[in-house]
């Protein structure tokens, strides 16, 4: 079987998990990620900006935290190339992006030093960090810069979307360091 037909088959079946579990599970992944954000926010002084993604059909929507005091999130915008940048999420309108999806396109696009954490939508992950998405490597293309790839980027999934065994992987695929879902925030020793 050729890797782009296990990557099609491995999101059919995924996207059907997610969709089953995901109204079940979402206020406990919310509670999960606000632990998480909230032991983050103890720890540092300065500025905490993190990047979230606003939230498509059946992703968990963090949305919510954008009122959580002495924190700033960041959204996503995706251009036609399929490059991401990360914009301050501020009160400004949104502006939908070449996908089609809604981002601070009025803030200028922040530098990965102003960025903290990066919370990202899966449809499943792999114990190594294998991270299946929607097929557009938009995340990819971004975290194969050093300084984005330095940035501790988890993936949001519940808990039927870790796979057990290894995830198709494609060479430009680069793993993330764990995930959060309704039970733990789980980091990948590397």
Same mark, same amino acid.
């Given at each position: 079987m050729n890797l782009s037909k296990e990557k099609k088959e491995a999101r059919i079946l995924f996207s059907k998990k997610r969709k089953e579990y995901i109204f079940l599970e979402e206020k406990l992944i919310i509670f999960q990620v606000k632990n998480l954000i909230a032991s983050l926010l103890k720890k540092h002084d300065s500025e905490n900006i993190?990047?979230?993604? %606003?939230?498509?059909?059946?992703e968990v929507d963090l949305?919510?935290?954008?009122?959580?005091?002495?924190?700033?999130?960041?959204?996503?915008?995706?251009?036609?190339?399929g490059e991401i940048t990360y914009h301050r999420w501020t009160n400004k309108p949104l502006i939908k992006d070449a996908y089609g999806i809604l981002s601070p396109l009025d803030e200028p696009a922040l530098h990965?030093?102003?960025?903290r954490l990066l919370i990202v939508p899966a449809?499943?992950?792999d114990h190594n960090g294998t991270r299946l998405g929607y097929?557009?490597?938009?995340?990819?293309r971004l975290r194969s810069k050093a300084k984005w790839k330095s940035i501790e980027a988890l993936v949001i999934v519940p808990s039927v979307c870790i796979s057990s065994s290894f995830l198709p992987k494609d060479? %430009?695929?680069i793993p993330f360091d764990g995930w959060i879902?309704?039970?733990?925030?789980?980091?990948?020793?590397?």
């Open positions: 993190i990047g979230i993604y %606003w939230p498509l059909k059946y949305r919510s935290l954008k009122d959580l005091p002495g924190l700033s999130l960041a959204l996503p915008a995706s251009n036609q190339k990965p030093n102003q960025i449809l499943a992950i097929g557009g490597g938009c995340f990819d060479k %430009w695929d879902n309704e039970k733990e925030v789980f980091k990948i020793h590397k």
